[in-house]
């Protein structure tokens, strides 16, 4: 057996209004056509509202304000994928990330993946700075985007 591909992981490529993140393959439950989300009142710039889904009410984030790298709005093109929270909080068991397009399926591998030239994470939302196929990408901090989701939402 090649240990090559033992290391391997299946991953997705989202683009957002600031960069191209990258996420493993099971993180995502679904990709959804955009539609307008019902609003928050007094919700950062941020969380862009909330949409319905099997029966659930999630929070819809927008990465590149959360991340402080400009504005973000949906609309023609846009797509919404459904992400699993890590944080195991039954009342917040998913929640909803903007995104320009589909999420493209790649295979990640150690020789294919290296830490960016000043990669240290910032800003909200952001685990790691990294070059994916001599591309830059980053890798989201799911739990940190979570506590800002629960803190939005409570205030």
Excluded: C
């Amino acid at each position: 057996m090649n240990t090559a591909t033992t290391t391997d992981v299946r991953a997705v490529l989202i683009q957002t209004e600031a960069a191209r993140l990258l996420l493993p393959n099971a993180s995502i439950s679904e990709v959804l056509s955009y539609a307008e989300p019902d609003p928050v009142e007094n919700a950062p710039d941020w969380l862009l509202g909330t949409i319905r889904w099997r029966g659930w009410r999630l929070p819809l984030v927008a990465f590149a304000p959360l991340s402080g790298q400009g504005a973000e709005r949906g609309g023609l093109g846009h797509k919404v994928i459904v992400l699993k929270a890590l944080g195991g909080q039954a009342t917040m068991p998913y929640f909803a990330l903007l995104t320009k397009g589909f999420p493209r399926l790649v295979t990640v591998s150690r020789d294919r993946l290296a830490t960016a030239e000043g990669g240290d994470a910032a800003g909200t939302g952001v685990r790691a700075h990294v070059v994916f196929n001599d591309e830059p990408a980053l890798i989201p901090d799911i739990d940190g985007i979570e506590q800002a989701l629960r803190q939005a939402l409570a205030a």
